[in-house]
């Protein structure tokens, strides 16, 4: 195994380089989708394109303290390469296991790094896309084409969080960052600091600032559910403990952890009050017996509305018990010089004010799309499958999980992808369409996903920026059911009447 990847090859601005097969970012997506490709179609070729100038995508992107997986790797690993550590993994265990892929199959020099894609062009008369690139000094880059997208760009803009204007934020004399941005050498020893914000990103911080810092406040406009858990598998010690190899490890693990979480989110559906309940339990063990619930952390909504917040061995709540942490659920009524007025009328000082706000939903990594010189406006079209855009010859969008593990539909689209691409060379095929059936062409075009279903703030801020569903077949919509589409995608028939080839 090496650490250290090869260095990749840099394309001459000016140039034109062709592909079978071009992939859009070298994320988690991107460096899985490669993975399928090349063992799975090995006679297609292609090239990895990447903005920044490291792989990671999220995981190279967040630098803030403590930065860490909130799924467990068993799942949010692929399923082709096992995973071997705590089932929680830090940002750099993550990259490591990435960089671990890429050198094992060979795929590191597949990778142009610092290569922006603005504009992406389809020519039906060429059978081609047309990839116009920059370079992060904002100087033309080469110009790819290629026959096939498939799109690992993400969903939120890497260089642009989500930060709320909020009044006097220029009178503020402190430290105001957001966690997106957080540079490594800010110094929080000893200082007082405000943490805006209580989803995933806030939870994992928070303990870790305060080991440091004088005092942490969570400043939070409404709770969000924990579920407090050891980070480390019973199961999977025991099993290594017996003598098992990793790679059924790997595959027994991922299994128990699948199954977990369909009771999860079955039961927080059926009897959410009771899940609750159980939820509460698991927290009492680090806060201790006598721990308020209200009203810092009584969600207002139901448990599988949003993503629950894992915290690995209850670290957040061990802090609030220390009295290093403290919750407070209030609104910002306007930045002082010296720390936030809250709505209620207190005031928090602060040195440093952390917003752990959140992302800004980019479709596409903000590329521009045209299909035969015509500008295309995601926010018309209708998704087949949460993957695939009617209208948008050659392109897949790789959109993971968000109440499992994103990267599950990372393995369940390689399959797929692969598979196209292999039935369109039987047929002689260099273009697959998709198509609206036409019992369905009545339908109206619905939000992308519904706001009952799954609500985080990111997505309702820009619903209207992205795609829609057509009426409620699962079949035309992102279902975010990954034990659905586990046994739906391998029997998609390629010759359906959704899908026109030429
Ligand atoms: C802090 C944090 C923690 C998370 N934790 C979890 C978790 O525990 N479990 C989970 O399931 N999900 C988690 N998520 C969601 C997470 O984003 C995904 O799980 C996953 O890492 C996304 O991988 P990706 O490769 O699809 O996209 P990204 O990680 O966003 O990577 C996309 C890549 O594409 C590149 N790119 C984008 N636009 C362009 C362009 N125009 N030209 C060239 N390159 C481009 C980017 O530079 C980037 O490298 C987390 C998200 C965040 C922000």
């Not at 020893?189 to 004088?214: F, H, M, N, Q, W």
């Not at 128990?256 to 959410?272: S, T």
Request: net charge negative.
């Amino acid at each position: 195994m090496t650490e250290v990847m090869e260095r990749p090859q840099q394309d001459k601005a000016g140039a034109t380089q062709d592909f079978d097969v071009l992939i859009v970012g070298a994320g988690i997506s991107g460096i899985g989708s490669a993975y399928h490709l090349k063992t799975q179609n090995p006679d297609k070729s292609f090239a990895i394109l990447e903005a920044k100038d490291d792989i990671g995508g999220t995981w190279h992107t967040h630098k803030y303290p403590g930065v860490r997986s909130d799924s467990d790797l068993y799942t949010f690993g692929y399923r082709f390469k096992p995973w071997i550590g705590p089932p929680i993994a830090t940002a750099e265990e993550i990259r490591k296991y990435l960089r671990d892929v890429l050198a094992e199959n060979d795929l590191g020099s597949a990778i142009r790094f610092g290569t922006l894609i603005t504009r992406c062009s389809w020519s039906t008369a060429e059978k081609l896309w047309t990839v116009e690139t920059k370079r992060a000094d904002g100087s033309a880059g080469p110009t790819y084409r290629a026959n096939f997208l498939w799109m690992c760009q993400g969903y939120y803009d890497h260089n642009n969080p989500y930060l709320p204007d909020w009044p006097g934020m220029g009178d503020y004399k402190g430290k105001l960052i957001h966690a997106q941005l957080w540079d490594e050498n800010i110094d929080y020893a000893g200082k007082e600091v405000v943490v805006i914000g209580s989803g995933a990103t806030a939870a994992t911080v928070i303990p870790v600032l305060a080991d440091k810092a004088k005092h942490v406040t969570m400043l939070q406009r409404s709770p969000t559910y924990f579920y407090c858990y050891p980070n480390r598998s019973d199961l999977a010690d025991k099993l290594r403990e017996i003598g098992v190899d990793e790679d059924t490890v790997h595959r027994v693990v991922r299994l128990d952890y699948l199954h977990n979480l369909k009771m999860l989110d079955h039961r927080a559906r059926a009897e959410p009050d009771l899940v609750f309940e159980e939820l509460k339990e698991l927290i009492r063990q680090y806060a201790g017996p006598d721990f308020e619930f209200e009203p810092h952390f009584t969600p207002r909504y139901r448990p599988w509305q949003q993503r629950l917040a894992f915290i690995p061995d209850g670290d957040m709540f061990e802090r609030i018990r220390d009295g290093k942490v403290t919750a407070i659920t209030d609104t910002i009524d306007h930045f002082t010089a010296g720390g936030i007025k809250l709505g209620s009328g207190d005031e928090l000082k602060a040195d440093i004010v952390m917003a752990a706000t959140g992302f800004k939903l980019l479709m596409m990594g903000g590329i521009e799309f045209q299909v035969d010189g015509k500008t295309i406006d995601w926010s018309e079209k209708a998704t087949y499958r949460g993957m695939m855009f009617e209208g948008v010859p050659n392109m897949v969008w790789v959109f993971g999980y968000f109440r499992a593990a994103w990267t599950l539909r990372v393995d369940l689209l390689g399959d797929f992808v692969c598979r196209v691409l292999r039935h369109m060379d039987e047929k002689g095929a260099s273009e697959v369409n998709i198509v609206i059936p036409p019992a369905l062409a009545g339908e109206t075009l619905q939000p992308w996903i519904e706001d009952d279903n799954f609500n985080p703030s990111y997505l309702v801020r820009d619903m209207d920026k992205l795609p829609k569903r057509l009426g409620e077949q699962p079949e035309w919509r992102h279902t975010q059911d990954y034990w659905r589409e586990a046994v739906d995608f391998p029997a998609i028939n390629l010759d359906g009447e959704e899908f026109a080839y030429s």
